[in-house]
């Protein structure tokens, strides 16, 4: 292991608590407005910096495609920033699935932290969404998604691309739990040692392989200084890194490193999948992790969790077939 890069001035660590944004995977997106309140009085009460609210799949996600919300995302950022003292409302926003207006309503509605998400080869996808979250005078964090699916140098390149837009801290995104150790701190280095002068580099990780402390560990020995967490682990997958336990009253799933999520993390999965491929699962008769091995096989990135029930259907079909075949 090489040794760690040297911090750098200003800022030692900074966690945002994902709990009311990934945890809406978890939640299958079902947060009330209570549920919001107690969650952002407790962490803010606990000092956290910033606690993100939005539909799991970030701003204008509450769709057919992704799973309706039970309240409305803008008031329920409202509601967290009602609650909050200290504490900063951060919202995440993916292009293509929210657009610039909902990031105008979600200023309005308080905010003040705009994460801008994409797969981590499109940071360009990101840059008007930076101009405009700057304009909003928002603080602006980019997010280079499903980290593992490209090299350190090329994450280099994207994070490149979103700080030249605006962003003052671009995470490594975990998304699928599939980084181990090595694989964590190699990009995390190769970003740090391209931005680091000039943006924070930050790390966001999942516990479907139960590396997302370690790794971000590792991410912060080398160069990381924002790093996300959530209570109970509460995200999608297995979850993200854990840090304390004030929801346990309302989780309707507790996230687990049970045998489809390490398939998940394994095939290099986005982890929202897990809870649309257990749903498909029951109606179609085929294991979730057979889903899951499918989806990694064939590519799927964030955003075709449609695809999934068509991998169900053709898993049912060649069940069928092969019990035809073998009477």
Not at 136 to 155: C, N, R, Y
Not at 251 to 272: C, E, F, H, N, T
């Amino acid at each position: 292991m090489s040794s760690p890069a040297p911090a750098p001035a200003g800022r030692q660590l900074r966690i945002t608590d994902t709990t009311l944004r990934d945890g809406s995977h978890a939640m299958a997106h079902q947060f009330t407005e209570e549920q919001v309140r107690a969650t952002v009085h407790a962490l803010d009460a606990a000092g956290v910096e910033v606690i993100e609210v939005t539909h799991g799949d970030g701003l204008g996600g509450s769709s057919f495609n992704y799973g309706f919300s039970r309240v409305d995302e803008i008031k329920l950022i409202a509601a967290g920033v009602e609650e909050a003292t200290q504490a900063k409302i951060a919202v995440l926003l993916v292009p293509g699935i929210g657009t610039k207006d909902d990031l105008r309503d979600a200023r309005q509605a308080g905010a003040t932290v705009a994460r801008i998400a994409t797969h981590c080869t499109e940071a360009d996808v990101s840059i008007q969404h930076f101009g405009l979250a700057r304009d909003l005078g928002m603080e602006t964090v980019g997010f280079l998604m499903m980290a593992h699916k490209t090299s350190p140098a090329e994450l280099a390149r994207q994070a490149r691309i979103m700080v030249d837009a605006g962003a003052e801290c671009v995470y490594c995104v975990d998304s699928a739990g599939a980084l181990v150790l090595t694989d964590a701190q190699e990009r995390i280095k190769a970003i740090h040692a391209e931005i680091g002068h000039q943006a924070e580099v930050g790390f966001h990780g999942h516990q479907n392989l139960s590396l997302g402390v370690a790794n971000s560990v590792l991410a912060y020995q080398h160069g990381a200084r924002q790093v996300d967490g959530a209570l109970c682990a509460l995200g999608a997958g297995a979850g993200n890194s854990p840090t304390e336990e004030v929801v346990r009253p309302f989780l309707p799933r507790w996230p687990k490193m049970d045998r489809s999520a390490i398939v998940q993390g394994w095939a290099g999965v986005y982890s929202s999948f897990l809870l649309h491929a257990e749903r498909a699962a029951e109606r179609y008769g085929v294991p979730a992790h057979e889903i899951l091995q499918r989806a990694g096989e064939l590519g799927y990135v964030g955003g075709q969790e449609d695809m999934i029930i068509d991998i169900a259907v053709q898993l049912a079909q060649e069940r069928d077939l092969a019990a035809t075949g073998a009477r």
